[in-house]
């Protein structure tokens, strides 16, 4: 618990100061954990970042990032976030990767990218970009729309991202351009800026060259969390898809962070796939775990247990009936708001495509989708013509068993730990 009542304090401070004033506090709190025992030590660097940080305080109305849904391109858009939401009130949730060009190219036409229903939060923007004006001017527009933090994407390994203006995971071989993009995004927000990351690209994938740059752009911004994608990414013209599947997950390295930056707060991603995964990483002390593929691809059976398991609230009886009558209601609400008909039914009826899966009649809803989406017009008509196929059992019953899961997932990793990283290099660079 102190741990993370450690990360609500320290997540919630106005990340506005200058780089040199944030290097110095950096240091001064590794020494300050490295001389307490485990949990003293945390709490010491609790309070010593709420001296530091007094006047920049803001009150915290969320549960702590225990669990969040990772941002994916096309996937975690609003009308999936808002599926999301209706089934756990506690996940954070990610928006989609934009580029701040977008952001800025389309000024007139924000509400499209930025607008989301008060009911998201908490809610974090990620933001993609390369250019410190376009980001700045970027983060200045989506002020207005009050994210709860911002995410800077340093994981993307698409060669679209890439090649376009150097962004995405590219970014982790320059640290010092990372330290003056986040600085510049703090800049221009009141709220907290993070980074998602890899554990490397192509050869720069060792222990050390990850602990670099943890330690740079730490030092030289005031970013105080990081997302960990525990596998490194290949720029090599590997497809995104391949690059989330083929280099091997190195938990041990998301581990070694926590043991070497006392200070910061990593959140780890890559291969979890159940709640009880989850459990198992924050059994192990992880700080915080987020989930991509497997919520969405198992909304109901993963999202349903992760207000209940994760944030130990009580059982919420919460049924599917209940979460597609709201659905509805919201679907009916936008079809056709960015004009040229869009979104249409299928739009929005796209994150509901695995709600059923392994349930009886899946198939024949799936089928059913189909056929609705050529004359469907309402997220009513939708429901009426589709939902006969799945069984009221399904329909009415709240979220079922825990469903099974890699209890040992992260078993023995403490004893797979790269060596500590020795950041007395890095020190006398930055002292
Ligand atoms: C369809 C898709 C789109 C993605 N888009 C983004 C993105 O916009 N920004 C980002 O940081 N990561 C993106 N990712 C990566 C995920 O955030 C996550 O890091 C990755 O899927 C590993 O987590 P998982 O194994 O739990 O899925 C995407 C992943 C998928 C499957």
Redesign the pocket.
């Known amino acids: 618990m102190v741990k993370f009542s450690g990360y609500s304090l320290i997540s919630s401070f106005t990340p506005v100061h200058s780089v040199v004033l944030k290097s110095r506090r950096r240091l001064f709190l590794v020494k300050c954990c490295k001389n307490s025992t485990k949990s003293r030590g945390l709490s010491t660097c609790v309070q010593v970042d709420q001296l530091y940080t007094k006047g920049n305080m803001v009150a915290r109305r969320y549960h702590r990032p225990l669990f969040s849904v ?7 858009d609003n009308h999936f976030r808002t599926l999301a939401r209706l089934i756990s009130k506690h996940a954070w949730l ?4 934009l580029a701040a060009e977008t952001i800025v190219y389309q000024k007139g036409n924000l509400d499209r990218f930025l607008a989301y229903s008060p009911e998201q939060h908490p809610i974090v923007l ?1 933001i ?1 970009g390369s250019n410190l004006e376009n980001l700045a001017k970027a983060t200045e527009l989506a002020n207005a729309y009050h994210y709860d933090e911002i ?1 800077f ?1 340093c ?2 390994p ?1 060669p679209r991202v890439a090649g376009h203006g150097c962004f ?1 995971a590219r970014l982790m071989l320059d640290p010092k351009f990372v330290g003056e993009a986040i600085s510049v995004i703090a800049a221009n927000t009141n709220v907290p800026v993070t980074v ?1 990351c890899r554990i490397g690209v192509d050869d720069h994938d060792s222990y050390n060259e990850l602990c670099d740059f943890i330690y740079k752009v730490s030092s030289l911004s005031p970013t105080r969390h990081f ?1 960990v ?1 525990s ?1 490194k990414a290949l720029l090599n013209g590997v497809s ?2 391949d690059n ?1 599947r083929i280099p091997p997950l190195k938990y041990e390295y998301y581990y070694a962070l926590l043991r070497d930056f006392p200070d910061l707060k990593f959140t780890i ?5 159940t709640v009880t995964e989850v459990k198992a990483a924050l059994r192990e002390e992880a700080h915080g775990v ?7 691809n198992y909304p109901w059976q993963l999202l349903g247990h992760v207000d209940t398991v994760i944030y130990g609230a009580p059982p919420s009886g919460l049924t599917r009936r209940e979460v597609l009558k709201k659905y509805q209601e919201y679907g009916d609400s936008v079809l056709g708001i960015n004009g040229n008909n869009r979104p249409n039914v299928r739009d929005v009826a796209k994150p509901l495509l695995n709600f059923f899966h392994s349930e009886p009649g899946n198939s024949l809803w799936k089928r059913k989708a189909d056929a609705a989406f050529q004359d469907c017009t309402t997220m009513k008509s939708f429901f009426e013509e589709t939902l006969v196929a799945i069984p009221d059992s399904v329909l009415d019953s709240p979220v079922g068993e825990i469903p099974s899961g890699r209890e040992d997932l992260f078993a023995g990793v403490h004893s797979l730990l790269p060596p500590p990283y020795d950041a007395s290099e890095q020190e006398a660079l930055y002292a």
Do not use: F, L
């Not at 990772?70 to 975690?76: I, Q």
């Not at 990610?94 to 990767?97: A, F, W």
């Not at 991603?269 to 796939?273: D, K, R, T, W």
């Open positions: 990772a941002p994916m391109m096309d996937w975690t990610y928006t989609e990767m990620q993609g995410n994407n994981g993307c698409s995405g998602k997302i994608h596998r995104p898809a989330r991603n890559g291969g979890i796939n987020m989930v991509g593929r497997a919520a969405y």
